[in-house]
């Protein structure tokens, strides 16, 4: 594109509160409270029609939570349909915890977990607000 066109809008998520025009802001500011002040673990899900902020909103918060001993995790589910859905997401959540590094999800970890999903064991892990993971065979 040579020239300039001002009423094209890149389809792109914001990183940053400068670029913040429609106050994803204080959405992310109110999930990072409502982590900061729980003592369990959680799970937070964002839904809302394409094109409505939901990415900013996470980018956002990883901001918010950055170097408070927290992960967030982003998954999409669209690209997955029934069983392959939830096997879809259970793998995108390790890796994207192994993928923000072992003080979340140790390479060991990671391997042990993705060996249980593709050998069809039972295994329960939970994964602590401070990233501590606690995993068992069932």
Do not use: P
């Amino acid at each position: 594109m040579g020239r300039s066109d001002k009423w094209i809008i890149e389809d792109v998520s914001i990183a940053t509160e400068n670029e913040d025009r429609f106050d994803h802001t204080s959405v992310a500011r109110e999930i990072a409270d409502i982590t900061r002040k729980s003592t369990h673990s959680l799970a937070i899900g964002l839904l809302g029609r394409y094109g409505t902020g939901k990415s900013s909103v996470v980018r956002l918060l990883h901001q918010e939570l950055k170097g408070r001993n927290r992960a967030v995790l982003q998954v999409s589910a669209e690209r997955h349909t029934g069983v392959a859905r939830g096997r879809g997401l259970l793998y995108g959540f390790l890796d994207e915890a192994h993928r923000q590094g072992d003080d979340v999800l140790s390479a060991e970890e990671h391997k042990a977990l993705r060996a249980s999903l593709e050998g069809g064991q039972q295994r329960t892990t939970t994964l602590n607000a401070t990233g501590d993971g606690e995993s068992k065979a069932g």
